[in-house]
């Protein structure tokens, strides 16, 4: 019997399933191992932790794991690749393969086929694939350099909105609201807050963003509406890139979805939509969102599907190196 793992290591949580050929063992949810968003001590903790769950619910060791396929944020990163590596490779057996979220999203919706998956949640990042099998990504820098359209970015945006809107003299619900969240008396205190170190998780302040638009604050849709559309233009530098990698002008994939916001958060997935409509008036969506362990799962159990990204993977890494050495 082959055993298979896939894990999806996102900013606030990890999802762990072991399966084998035919059916899901064993399933198991924890706090983030990515470095970039925690300690050393606590990134460990929870991938033990997540790792024993699984051995407790399925009986089987995971030095029996043939191969592993891991997704995460900022995959190319020598912090987060380095150590995922290092820990995964020292507590679970077979071939590890590591990949980028977005793309085990993608696997998740398209199986090694042609498309494009928009990812959104705390961070943000946009995959495709031409159906001569190329791959191409926009985005996916982190916070602070991208992340158009997520949780994060929705967060920030709020927060210059309301200051923004305190010097044009406009009024916000935002304000109040984002006060009374963190428990501050006044503007001057959110200055403050808002730029200590470290600074705050702004990603959290999303609920509030949504709940002020969804009562008519004006600010606040105007905030949804423009992380939409620039998260629309990611997608849509991504399609041009698509065509020409694919030679085919005319070439509009389908479009996939996976995270939180592009699952709960309506405003910025309409006018994402909306916006890459006027160029793509043909463009299809499908519905609701796709779960990215899906891919990482179906990519550890397909043999030829993982030995050919883990190929491709070597060979860009090569590359990087290669770079680096000049």
Avoid at 43 to 56: P, Q, R, Y
Avoid at 74 to 81: D, H, I, N, R, Y
């Amino acid at each position: 019997m082959a055993y298979f793992l896939a894990i999806d290591a996102g900013g606030t949580k990890t999802d762990f399933v072991l399966a084998d050929e035919m059916r899901v063992l064993a399933r198991h949810r924890t706090g983030t191992i990515k470095r970039l968003r925690t300690d050393t001590d606590t990134a460990l903790l929870n991938l033990d932790m997540g790792l024993a769950e699984l051995t407790k619910a399925s009986g089987v060791p995971m030095s029996a794991v043939l191969r592993t396929c891991l997704g995460t944020a900022g995959e190319s990163v020598p912090l987060v690749a380095d150590w995922l590596r290092q820990t995964v490779a020292e507590r679970v057996g077979g071939s590890l393969l590591l990949l980028g979220d977005v793309e085990i999203a993608l696997d998740a919706a398209f199986q090694g086929g042609p498309g494009v998956l928009v990812l959104a949640g705390t961070g943000s990042n946009v995959a495709g694939r031409t159906p001569s099998g190329a791959l191409a990504t926009c985005g996916g820098w982190g916070p602070m350099l991208a992340d158009q359209g997520s949780g994060h970015a929705i967060g920030a945006h709020a927060l210059r909105a309301i200051f923004l809107a305190i010097d044009e003299g406009r009024t916000t619900d935002l304000q109040d609201a984002v006060l009374a969240f963190w428990d501050l008396g006044s503007t001057d205190l959110l200055v403050e807050h808002a730029n200590r170190t470290p600074t705050p998780d702004v990603s959290r302040l999303t609920h509030l963003v949504v709940e002020c638009a969804a009562k008519g604050d004006v600010v606040a849709q105007e905030v949804l509406k423009a992380e939409g559309e620039a998260l629309a233009y990611l997608v849509r530098l991504l399609i041009r890139r698509l065509r020409t990698l694919q030679g085919d002008a005319t070439f509009v994939p389908k479009l996939a979805f996976a995270g939180s916001i592009m699952e709960r958060v309506a405003p910025v997935r309409e006018a994402m939509l909306a916006s890459l409509r006027e160029e793509f008036p043909q463009l299809q969506a499908s519905e609701g969102v796709v779960d990215p362990i899906e891919g990482a799962l179906w990519r550890a159990r397909d043999e030829q599907a993982f030995a050919a990204r883990a190929s491709a993977v070597a060979q860009e890494a090569k590359g990087t190196y290669a770079e680096q050495a000049v």
